[in-house]
């Protein structure tokens, strides 16, 4: 068994330790590399086909291209795809900079979605490496009433032994490729030739490394026309991966408050 595929058994093990010990989960769907690989992992772990929701809380704001993704993909993986709006920037705290403002709107919309819903888990295609806030979260992750997360008061979690009783009322974030790299993400891509959105593909010198929408996300300086170079990239490259996203360059403890309040 190679890297790879003890990255592929662990997650495939946590998806189906949620469905067996959660009563009604979804997957969040954000379009991007990440939660790309997860679905194709989730339809492994249940034979071809996801057996809960797909959710995409929509923002109205991603690319042309991400959206023509969704469409397509969303009938060739026979998702139950539920696309849920997110409220309009006026709903959202003001004290937060611009980039982290708009992003937050997505945090409120995922809060009316549950509301709707009365999911109890919530997959999401989240990396420790990814950024440093994700990188103190667990693999199943409790969640307060209000869909707020306590970064001092998360439950161990030694030897893959589980805490999957959210809080009356709450819910669980469950990460099942939170042990993954970015460039595990994209050796896996390769080696089980998932589709791809063009964005993350190099054109006219500039690429996106990581996507979120149109308005507060950037390409990055990048040749890397293929996933092979793609790869060569990251072992060279001292650019973060979300050096594009705008919210990240806002105040210091921006992410930090909107992972508090319940961001993905």
Not at 111 to 121: C, Y
Not at 166 to 195: C, F, V
Request: charged share 30%.
């Amino acid at each position: 068994m190679d890297h790879l595929d003890q990255l592929e058994a662990q997650s495939i093990y946590i998806f189906r330790e949620a469905f067996a010990r959660l009563k009604k989960i979804a997957l969040l769907w954000s379009l991007g590399k990440d939660s790309n690989v997860m679905i194709w992992l989730a339809r492994k772990a249940f034979f071809g086909r996801l057996p809960f929701p797909a959710l995409h809380v929509d923002t109205g704001k991603k690319f042309p291209e991400m959206y023509r993704f969704r469409d397509h993909y969303g009938k060739e993986w026979e998702l139950d795809l539920r696309v849920e709006p997110c409220p309009p920037i006026d709903a959202v705290d003001p004290t937060l900079p611009p980039a982290a403002r708009s992003a937050a709107r997505k945090t409120e919309g995922l809060k009316m979605a549950l509301a709707k819903f009365g999911f109890d888990g919530l997959i999401a295609g989240i990396r420790r490496d990814e950024e440093a806030t994700r990188a103190k979260e667990r693999v199943f992750s409790p969640r307060g009433l209000e869909g707020n997360w306590d970064v001092r008061d998360q439950p161990p979690e030694f030897w893959d032994h589980f805490n999957a009783s959210p809080p009356q009322g709450a819910h669980l974030r469950i990460h099942p490729i939170l042990h993954w790299t970015e460039a595990d993400i994209w050796a896996y891509t390769k080696r089980e030739n998932i589709p791809i959105i063009p964005l993350y593909l190099s054109q006219n010198g500039k690429r996106y490394r990581s996507l979120g929408d149109q308005d507060i996300t950037n390409p990055v300086n990048s040749t890397a026309s293929n996933i092979d170079e793609i790869l060569i990239e990251l072992e060279q490259t001292k650019v973060p991966e979300r050096a594009g996203r705008a919210l990240d360059h806002e105040t210091e403890d921006a992410f930090e408050r909107l992972r508090v309040a319940g961001y993905l």
